[in-house]
């Protein structure tokens, strides 16, 4: 996958929103598929290749966290939801079911462009093979990282992992024995500016981690907590 060529997903039922995103994203030479709906978006998940989807919450037949989810059963690439409400179970419901970041309406059209060059920058560095570069498999206490197939393993049983919570696992086992400040991790994952409320968005990413490696936040094996400063691996 280029970024050039990158298929992206967009999602909805305000057609004019749908049809500026549109625009911006063909001037970035995109592939856009472009649906009002969910049952068309549905659809197209099934029978196109995606880079990445764009997801309204509010929908006249299925909301964007039942297509979310719905992705999140065969596919990985990452997942923008955009929200009309500024309620932050939202955003974090969004999150939990697989979601790699939101946007909360209204927004520039050039502040979404950012974020998709982000989270597909993100998600090719993550799933190409580099020769001759950083390491691409990371093996310690039963857990094992592959960069070049985006595939996790925990004591031999795989975890299902989004993109968003792959690059987090990688960056913190990459600095083992080190504690990574909220603002690095969010700097590295999302390449994006720290916002004090970026913080809340790693956490969420951190608590689902920890729920899919069935460790505890009171008693971890893994990512442990170094409260007020950030979050570390042992070797």
Known sequence: ???????????????AIADLVEVYLKNENYNVFK???????????????LDLAIL????PDLDGFSICQKIREKHNFPVIML??????????????????DYITKPFRPLELIARVKAQLRRFTKYNSAEPNQEEHLIAFSGLVLNKDTHECTLNERSLALTPTEFSILWVLCSNRGRVVSSEELFHKVWGDKYFTN??????????????KMHDSAEHPKYIKTVWGVGYKIEK
């Open 35 to 49: 649906f009002y709906d969910g049952k068309d978006a549905l659809n197209c998940i099934e029978n196109e290749k």
């Open 83 to 100: 929200t009309a409400k500024e309620e932050e179970i939202d955003k974090i419901t969004g999150l939990t079911l697989g979601a790699d």
């Open 1 to 15: 996958m280029t970024l050039l060529a990158a298929n992206i997903l967009i999602v909805d039922d305000e057609q």
């Open 56 to 59: 309204d919450v509010m929908l």
């Open 198 to 211: 970026s913080n809340n968005t790693v956490m969420v990413h951190i608590r689902h981690l920890r729920e």
